[in-house]
C-alpha cells in the first residue's frame, strides 16, 4: 500500500482529499486559510488557466504556484472533461478529432485546439507537480461504438503525451527526482472489456499514476462499476485518483477500494451555499460502508440565530475555534464575504479530517485483518 507521493513540492501522504483551485484559486480563501485547514495539495484547471489570465501570463511570474502563493504541491486537470461538457451541451461548438479536441468557447467565437502535445508543453509552462494526459470523456449512456472510440483516442493521446512529457522532461534537464509525475486516465465506460483494453495498453507505456475517467456517480447516488475496474485493472503499485469522486460518503468507499487521491469542488460549493459538515461523534462511526458517519448542517435555519455552540464542538478549524452558529448564520444573513471564509474553511477541514481518520483505519488493516468494505 502506497503512503506518500513523492513531488517536487514536497511529500503529499496519502489518501488525500485535493480541492479543486480551478482558476487559481479555491473560492472565497487564500494560502494561508488553506494551510489553516491542513490541505495538502491543490488541482488546478488548464483549460481555464488557458483562457484567463492565459499560461503565458501564469509562466511570467514563475509559474502556478508563486502566482497563486501556495508552496505545496499542484496537480493540474488536462482540461479534457470541460470541453467535453463544453460539447455535451452544445455540439455545435465543436468535435472530437484524431488530432484532439477542436472546439469555440462561445458561439461566433474564435475556433481553438487542445491537442495531447499543448496539453501537456502548457501544464509544464505553468510548472504542475502532477500532470495528466488529454482524455476522450464519454457520457455514461453513449452507445459502445463512442466507448470504444473513446478508449481507441485515449490511448493514442496518452502515447502522444507522453512522449512530449518525456521530451520536455529531456529539454529542461530535469532528473528523475526533479521531473512533475504524469498521470494517465482509464476510460472505457461500463464495460470491463473495454475497460481492460484502455487499461493494458495505458499500463504497457508506463505511467506515475492512473485517474478514473468518465461519470462515477449513478442515479442512485452510488458509485458506478468502472470506479472499481480502474483499481483492479492498473498495476497495484501505482497510485490511482479518483476524478470528480468528492461526496463525503463516496470518498470512503473509493479508498475501500484502493484509490489514494481525490478532486472536487463540493465541499467548498456547498460551503457557499450554506451547506455544512459535521461528524457523527469525531468519526468513532466511520466504517467502510460510508454512510451515517457526518450530518448537513444548514446554517440558514431560523433554529441557529442564537445557537452559541460552534459548527462542530470536536472540529478545530478557525471558524469553529472562533465563532458561534449564530454569529456565522448573521454573516450569511447580511451577505458578508467572511461567512463564505469561515464556511469554505470548516468544510475542507472536515475533509482533512475525514483523510486523516481514513488513513488510520488503512493503517489498521495493513495486515488484512478485517475487510475494509464492511
Given at each position: 500500500?502506497?503512503t506518500?507521493?513523492?513531488t517536487r ?18 473560492r472565497?480563501?487564500?494560502?494561508a486559510?488553506l ?16 483562457a484567463?489570465?492565459?499560461?503565458s501570463a501564469v509562466a511570467?511570474v ?10 505545496g504541491?499542484v ?15 452544445n ?5 472530437v478529432?484524431?488530432?484532439?479536441l477542436?472546439f469555440?468557447?462561445?458561439k ?12 501537456i ?17 464519454t ?5 459502445a ?14 502515447r502522444?503525451?507522453?512522449e512530449?512529457?518525456?521530451r520536455q522532461?529531456?529539454?529542461?534537464g ?5 521531473r512533475?509525475?504524469l ?7 461500463d464495460?470491463w472489456?473495454l475497460?481492460r483494453?484502455c ?5 504497457e507505456?508506463g505511467f506515475d499514476?492512473?485517474?478514473y475517467?468518465?461519470?462515477p ?13 480502474v ?8 497510485p490511482k485518483h479518483a476524478?470528480g ?5 463516496s470518498v ?23 451547506r ?7 468519526f ?10 457526518y ?16 459548527v462542530?464542538?470536536s ?9 458561534s452558529?449564530a454569529?456565522?448564520r448573521?454573516?450569511f ?7 463564505l471564509?469561515l ?10 479530517r ?10 489498521g ?10
Amino acid at each position: 500500500m502506497k503512503t506518500a507521493l513523492r513531488t517536487r513540492h514536497g511529500e503529499l501522504l496519502l489518501p488525500a482529499f485535493i480541492p479543486d483551485a480551478t482558476r487559481a484559486v479555491v473560492r472565497s480563501v487564500d494560502s494561508a486559510d488553506l494551510v489553516e485547514a491542513r490541505v495538502p495539495a491543490l488541482m488546478v484547471n488548464t483549460f481555464h488557466l488557458a483562457a484567463s489570465p492565459g499560461i503565458s501570463a501564469v509562466a511570467s511570474v514563475g509559474g502556478v504556484h508563486s502566482f497563486m502563493g501556495w508552496r505545496g504541491p499542484v496537480a493540474a486537470d488536462s482540461g479534457g472533461f470541460q470541453v467535453f461538457s463544453l460539447l455535451s451541451e452544445n455540439p455545435a461548438l465543436g468535435s472530437v478529432t484524431g488530432r484532439g479536441l477542436v472546439f469555440r468557447r462561445a458561439k461566433g467565437g474564435a475556433k481553438q485546439i487542445l491537442t495531447p502535445e499543448k496539453c501537456i508543453e502548457r501544464q509544464f509552462r505553468m510548472g504542475a507537480d502532477i500532470m495528466f494526459c488529454l482524455d476522450y470523456c464519454t457520457h455514461p449512456g453513449a452507445p459502445a461504438r463512442v466507448q470504444s472510440e473513446s478508449v481507441r483516442l485515449t490511448v493514442e493521446w496518452a502515447r502522444r503525451c507522453k512522449e512530449t512529457f518525456l521530451r520536455q522532461v529531456d529539454q529542461r534537464g530535469l532528473s528523475n527526482h526533479e521531473r512533475p509525475l504524469l498521470y494517465a486516465v482509464v476510460q472505457g465506460g461500463d464495460d470491463w472489456e473495454l475497460r481492460r483494453a484502455c487499461a493494458d495498453q495505458l499500463a504497457e507505456m508506463g505511467f506515475d499514476g492512473y485517474g478514473y475517467g468518465g461519470w462515477p456517480i449513478a442515479d442512485d447516488g452510488q458509485l458506478v462499476d468502472g470506479v472499481n475496474m480502474v483499481v483492479e485493472l492498473t498495476p497495484a503499485e501505482a497510485p490511482k485518483h479518483a476524478l470528480g469522486i468528492g461526496k463525503p460518503g463516496s470518498v470512503v468507499r473509493a479508498a475501500a477500494m484502493g484509490y489514494d487521491t481525490f478532486d472536487v469542488v463540493i465541499p467548498t460549493r456547498d460551503a457557499r451555499h450554506k451547506r455544512l459538515y459535521v461528524t457523527t461523534n469525531d468519526f468513532a462511526s466511520l466504517t467502510w460502508k460510508g454512510e451515517d458517519f457526518y450530518e448537513n448542517l444548514y446554517i440558514h435555519d431560523a433554529g441557529f440565530a442564537r445557537d452559541r455552540r460552534p459548527v462542530e464542538e470536536s472540529c478545530d478549524c478557525l471558524c469553529c475555534r472562533n465563532y458561534s452558529r449564530a454569529y456565522l448564520r448573521h454573516l450569511f444573513d447580511i451577505g458578508d464575504a467572511l461567512a463564505l471564509r469561515l464556511a469554505t474553511i470548516h468544510n475542507l477541514r472536515f475533509y482533512t479530517r475525514l483523510m486523516s481518520r481514513i488513513c488510520e483505519m488503512l493503517r489498521g488493516d495493513q495486515d488484512g485483518q478485517y475487510d475494509r468494505r464492511r
